[in-house]
């Protein structure tokens, strides 16, 4: 008797152990189906490596999205842009500047009030007179405040565009 009782929890020790591989094939499976770049025959460690890595790739995006976000905010800066903080007067935002180095690629950022009278022709004057082509421009409106984002590069790639120049030019206008 006691052999049999052996042999069926043998039993039921092979079907858990099959249900537990069945079961980590299948998330394996599903797991390959989440990642970008889908390979045909991928061994589980290679599939939970490329996954490792793309986990800590957005990351990284989700930081540097984060930062972009604060930069567009204004409530921001570092060693390559300069932000002037916004604040409210009488009900208006006063506009946000952030000006932004790109090597030969100038990113020109202001936030501005719908309310506010801000000459966008006078930001695009000053970049034409330092020697730097505007080569796209967008804007947005969101709630009561208008973004606009200006990138204009060197008319001369090798003299480039004086961004601290630009930047003191650009942050005079908005006072």
Same mark, same amino acid.
């Given at each position: 008797?006691?052999?049999?009782? =052996?042999?069926? $929890?043998?039993?039921?020790?092979?079907?858990?152990?099959?249900? =537990?591989?069945?079961?980590?094939?299948?998330?394996?499976?599903?797991?390959?189906?989440?990642?970008?770049?889908?390979?045909?025959?991928? @061994? $589980?460690?290679?599939?939970?490596?490329?996954?490792?890595?793309?986990?800590?790739? +957005?990351?990284?995006?989700?930081?540097? #999205?984060?930062?972009?976000?604060?930069?567009?905010?204004? $409530?921001?800066?570092?060693?390559?842009?300069?932000?002037?903080?916004?604040?409210?007067?009488?009900?208006?935002?006063?506009?946000?500047?952030?000006? $932004?180095? +790109?090597?030969?690629?100038?990113?020109?950022?202001?936030?501005?009030?719908?309310?506010?009278?801000?000459? #966008?022709?006078?930001?695009?004057?000053?970049?034409?007179?330092?020697?730097?082509?505007?080569?796209? +421009? @967008?804007?947005?409106?969101?709630?009561?405040?208008?973004?606009?984002?200006?990138?204009?590069?060197?008319? @001369?790639?090798?003299?480039?565009?004086?961004?601290?120049?630009?930047?003191?030019?650009?942050?005079e206008l908005m006072l």
């Amino acid at each position: 008797m006691p052999r049999r009782g =052996r042999s069926s $929890s043998r039993v039921d020790r092979n079907a858990l152990e099959r249900d =537990r591989r069945q079961n980590m094939k299948e998330l394996f499976s599903r797991l390959g189906f989440l990642l970008p770049t889908p390979l045909s025959k991928r @061994s $589980s460690p290679e599939l939970l490596d490329q996954a490792t890595t793309h986990v800590k790739q +957005l990351g990284q995006r989700v930081e540097m #999205l984060k930062q972009k976000k604060q930069l567009l905010e204004g $409530s921001s800066t570092d060693d390559q842009t300069t932000g002037i903080r916004d604040h409210m007067m009488g009900g208006a935002w006063s506009p946000v500047l952030t000006v $932004s180095d +790109l090597g030969s690629m100038l990113e020109v950022c202001v936030k501005s009030g719908s309310n506010k009278k801000f000459m #966008l022709h006078q930001v695009i004057q000053v970049l034409v007179e330092e020697a730097a082509q505007v080569v796209a +421009l @967008s804007y947005s409106n969101v709630g009561d405040r208008i973004f606009y984002t200006i990138n204009a590069e060197a008319v @001369s790639p090798r003299i480039g565009i004086e961004t601290s120049r630009v930047r003191e030019r650009l942050k005079e206008l908005m006072l």
